[in-house]
């Protein structure tokens, strides 16, 4: 039986594309804070073209000025089979059963020049290899300003008329994502105002508005993590009471099944995590009939490329799934600045509201 | 039995209270541009006191001033038995069964001087008398670039800050409102962004964001229109055939019934018009037990009176009630700048979705 509110989830998706189309806006100069201010007013997108091509780290991160810069620093590399670093991804359980987690990713530290030469090395010959571990520069917790402090000079310190516009409040994160072609961020939201500049290479964003929340099927997912295994020899001890298990008899333990790219000779395995269940949008709007709702098909998601010096407003609470063609040298790169969203006023508490009632149909 | 999405209305109204607290912010200046857009972008309410006390109008719109610019010329009129135009009003019919109507004004033409003369005769006598007519120059029209255009001249075009923060589009209309304190607005709202100036007496805004539309029991009401009685030995032709209908017996036809401050004498009738019904609030916050929802205890309106030069920002979708207090000579003056509202981007389609599924808990 439908009940009498899912007729107006679904108005309220025809009627928010009606009222906005699906097409981003593109702007060819960086707007006034006031034109900008109209634009988080209204939680609307827009590109700016080329905005960042006379930034100093769009004429100078070559991978070897950039190696020159680092070189053998560590830094915080998250680690997948597949690239799908916090990401909806099927867990067998040890009695066979299959559910959906979210897979947070192995992170070790890893000499800068080495990491960037596996990244390249990925990009440029393994796709006629076997896919190999996938690894990710992508903290998002202000490393930019922290382990790649280096290159902080070489990018604004924040974009003025985002700052200027949000009253003065000067950006809440800097974050330097490096990454490669097999990697790609799910879908999801955050609760900040993003501009998202590319530096190299090409990402490609899929967007949607939080009207389209029903479309997107937010469910609870349990916390998980990729580990490095420490031998196929070495026993498990799933149970962490330091005793490893008898294996399970009479079935030999299922292989972790974490998606179609999956390596068996990869030495990374998927272990549940203790701690409160994530809610997550499991719908992909690349494969619109798995794990659809039924106002799925009604979600018409914006495309944008951002090439070189292209710049993003990514309004906050927008989904987005986010994935990256490498630059000719092999790499993606790509700076964002987060700004604190506006809690008070009407937009947070209307659009949790829809969420609220979009959760209530399941 | 409670629907699910019950708990989420209240929650909505909690929390957008808990956001937004419950007082009006006040302005010591007119904001920016830009910072006056922050506040449309929350769809938040301000109050800028005294900013417009250097207006000419504010310093030369005395009684004898205004009569001497308008003199005998007509305007129109909105006349009420108690004050209640455009409001829900309990509608007696021949049955003898009640039930509330939207009750417009008998409108009707009248030398501005002698309408001037009545209200002041009301305002400074007629409280110790019986109660008479009420009538309020309110045609919410672009009155003052029509029929009051001599006075025009005498207010700016516009307000430099939302014209300018609103996209260059000017004033959709600018209204002039001269009442007396008998007058009250019933608590409505309109899709406008409004910048409200007193010029003189206080009008007392009680304000409710479109989050609380549960709270205000927004109802289809059939439109009804007072009409000066052509005399009570009339008989009247209810049903509109061109033939009076037969007195029914045995009750005598009963008076219709508009409010406690009816008085028997008046010659004015509510008469039931064509057309299509009204969806129209008929919580009165100052009323909060009488036609209350399970809502509108969790409704916190916003009080707010303008003095003379104050001015304020009532953003687009909140409901207002309005009522008045006159000036020492009698009179309530006010001008208002309509500019349209942005229907693109999130607020509107979000705030109908609210009120839809509000509309679905009945
Ligand atoms: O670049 C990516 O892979 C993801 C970016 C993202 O999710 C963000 O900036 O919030
Ligand atoms: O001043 C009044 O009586 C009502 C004003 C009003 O409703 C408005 O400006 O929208």
Redesign the interface.
Known sequence: ME???ED??A??MI??HE??GTVIDELTEEPS??EF??Y?????PFVVRGAALDWEATQTWSVDYLKAVLGDDPVNIAVTPAGNADAPTPYTHPDGTTSLVFAKPHEEDQPFSSFLDYLIDQEKHRPQRAPAEVRYAQTQNDNLRNEYSLLYPQVPRTIPWAR??L?ARDADAVNLWIGGARSVTALHRDNYENVYVQIRGRKHFVLL???CVAAVNEVELRPGRYRRRRGKAEKRDGDGDGEPEPEPEPEPEPEPQVGPDLDPDLDLELELEDGPSVPFAIWDPDKPDVNATRYSRLAQPMRVTLNPGDMLYLPCMWYHKVSQSSSPEGVCIAVNYWYDM?????????????R??AG?TK
């Open positions: 009940a009498p509110y107006a989830l108005e309220l009627s928010y009222l906005n804070p006031l201010m109209r988080a007013a209204r939680n609307t200027v516009a009253g508005p939080p009207a506006e809690f008070s006023g009407a937009l947070y508490p209307l659009t949790t509201f829809v609220t009632v209530k």
